[in-house]
């Protein structure tokens, strides 16, 4: 039987890809590209020469010798066979990490941002050696992280086979499954809802698994057009150790989240974003998040 044409539920145009030249980055580029040729998008190759402290100049410039080797690492980067047939440009930028990407962001219409991370010591050290974080808390468009657990896909074609969405029933993370059901239909994957069914926070006489199945089944969008048929999961658990092992037994491609808008710099990170971190760091696939 011939493959029926879904019409996208969402819409790219201009993808974000931050990179500090680095393996990571690189395993992250493929899913850019992959991502792009899907939607049709333009990808936007950045890098953010960091000023550093002590700088007089107006602009707090960055000394010549590092935006020289960003411009020759950049002009490698423009070479990529990855990137053939695909509408992009590369930018090497001055200044303050997430000043100028938020800069680019709004000049540049970006609705999506693809980011490599290395993982590290705390919240702040995930990318560029430092911000990731920032980048997805206060990037009001979705977030594609690929963490330090993710093997390297020299050869990705765009494939994804299994998408994982993680169900928290929050107001914020039902922009999340509308790109978890579009990426499924674009790539005719198997969808898998999952929800963790917490055991300090749900009353025994609460914990029925038939309950929550019956609540991910309402979630889907009456129009959707999913094959295979989506499958519905709830276990008792923590967030963190349910959605990865379920997405480690499936094999899952990408897990999305929704994510709260509750803007960086908080002094003590909600819960939410402590589970992220720890999903994204050990997940062995990208982890999509979207700001409701």
Same mark, same amino acid.
């Given at each position: 039987?011939?493959?029926?044409?879904?019409?996208?539920?969402?819409?790219?145009?201009? /993808?974000?890809?931050?990179?500090?030249?680095?393996?990571?980055?690189?395993?992250?580029?493929?899913?850019?590209?992959?991502?792009?040729?899907?939607?049709?998008?333009?990808?936007?190759?950045?890098? #953010?020469?960091?000023?550093?402290?002590?700088?007089?100049?107006?602009?707090?410039?960055?000394?010549?010798?590092?935006?020289?080797?960003?411009?020759?690492?950049?002009?490698?980067?423009?070479?990529?066979?990855?990137?053939?047939?695909?509408?992009? $440009?590369?930018?090497?930028? $001055?200044?303050?990490?997430?000043?100028?990407?938020? &800069?680019?962001? =709004?000049?540049?219409?970006?609705?999506? /941002?693809?980011?490599?991370?290395?993982?590290?010591?705390?919240? &702040? =050290?995930?990318?560029?050696?430092?911000?990731?974080?920032? /980048?997805? &808390?206060?990037?009001?468009?979705?977030?594609?992280?690929?963490?330090?657990?993710?093997?390297?896909?020299?050869?990705?074609?765009?494939?994804?086979?299994?998408?994982?969405?993680?169900?928290?029933?929050?107001?914020?993370?039902?922009?999340?499954?509308?790109?978890?059901?579009?990426?499924?239909?674009?790539?005719?994957?198997?969808?898998?809802?999952?929800?963790?069914?917490?055991?300090? =926070?749900?009353? %025994?006489?609460?914990?029925?698994?038939?309950?929550?199945?019956?609540?991910?089944?309402?979630?889907? %969008?009456?129009?959707?057009?999913?094959?295979?048929?989506?499958?519905?999961?709830?276990? /008792?658990?923590?967030?963190?150790? #349910?959605?990865? =092992?379920?997405?480690?037994?499936?094999?899952?491609?990408?897990? #999305?989240?929704?994510?709260?808008?509750?803007?960086?710099?908080?002094?003590?990170?909600?819960?939410?974003? #402590?589970?992220?971190?720890?999903?994204?760091?050990?997940?062995?696939?990208?982890?999509?998040?979207?700001?409701?």
């Amino acid at each position: 039987m011939p493959s029926v044409e879904v019409r996208p539920r969402i819409s790219l145009k201009n /993808i974000l890809f931050p990179t500090d030249f680095s393996e990571r980055s690189a395993i992250a580029l493929p899913y850019a590209a992959a991502i792009a040729r899907h939607y049709g998008a333009r990808i936007y190759l950045a890098h #953010v020469v960091i000023s550093e402290e002590g700088v007089s100049a107006p602009a707090a410039v960055a000394p010549p010798s590092s935006r020289t080797i960003a411009q020759q690492e950049m002009a490698i980067l423009d070479r990529c066979d990855l990137l053939n047939d695909l509408q992009y $440009e590369a930018l090497v930028e $001055e200044g303050e990490l997430w000043d100028v990407l938020s &800069r680019l962001i =709004k000049d540049r219409g970006i609705d999506f /941002i693809v980011l490599g991370t290395s993982g590290g010591e705390g919240f &702040r =050290k995930l990318f560029l050696g430092s911000l990731a974080d920032e /980048i997805m &808390r206060e990037a009001s468009c979705p977030v594609l992280a690929v963490g330090p657990e993710v093997p390297s896909r020299a050869q990705l074609q765009g494939d994804m086979s299994h998408i994982l969405y993680a169900a928290d029933f929050q107001p914020w993370s039902e922009l999340a499954l509308t790109y978890a059901v579009s990426l499924a239909e674009e790539n005719h994957a198997q969808l898998t809802l999952v929800h963790a069914v917490d055991p300090n =926070k749900t009353p %025994p006489a609460d914990r029925g698994s038939e309950r929550f199945l019956s609540d991910l089944q309402q979630m889907l %969008p009456a129009d959707a057009s999913l094959a295979p048929l989506p499958e519905f999961v709830a276990e /008792i658990g923590s967030p963190v150790e #349910v959605i990865l =092992k379920v997405a480690a037994e499936r094999g899952c491609d990408l897990i #999305v989240m929704g994510a709260r808008d509750i803007g960086y710099g908080r002094p003590s990170p909600p819960m939410a974003w #402590v589970r992220l971190h720890q999903i994204l760091c050990a997940a062995r696939c990208p982890v999509l998040t979207v700001h409701g």
